[in-house]
Nanobody
Framework: QVQLVESGGGLVQAGGSLRLSCAAS????????MGWFRQAPGKEREFVAT????????YYADSVKGRFTISRDNAKNTVYLQMNSLKPEDTAVYYC??????????????????WGQGTQVTVSS
């Protein structure tokens, strides 16, 4: 079955960096556009970033543009989220998700078929 497994979360001070990874199995990874979402306590899940199946165009939420970078390595079936200049408001559970290439813009959670279990990111002030 399809599995997406996130790692790399943790506790970091404001201004610090973290790199999240999401390892995929059970699917042809290179056929899927990948995205990162996050959910803070008491809030709805929100879009963070997306990347196309061939590591082409990327798109970011305004709140993370210029600080976060999404990338992927199809040889390793892994998508990454490099997070720099972290702020306390970035604190959330971060989820990776997969959607078949060619469908939609990738900013809505409902566009994604597969989801990971999430990894906690906590940014202290």
């Amino acid at each position: 079955q399809v599995q997406l497994v996130e790692s790399g979360g943790g506790l970091v001070q404001a201004g610090g960096s973290l790199r999240l990874s999401c390892a995929a199995s059970g699917l042809t990874f290179s056929n899927y556009n990948m995205g990162w979402f996050r959910q803070a306590p008491g809030k709805e899940r929100e879009f963070v970033a997306t990347i196309t199946w061939n590591a082409g165009p990327t798109y970011y939420a305004d709140s993370v543009k210029g600080r976060f970078t999404i990338s992927r390595d199809n040889a390793k079936n892994t998508v990454y989220l490099q997070m720099n200049s972290l702020k306390p408001e970035d604190t959330a559970v971060y989820y990776c998700a997969g959607r078949f290439r060619g469908t939609g813009e990738g900013v809505l959670a409902l566009e994604y078929r597969y989801w990971g279990q999430g990894t906690q990111v906590t940014v202290s002030s």
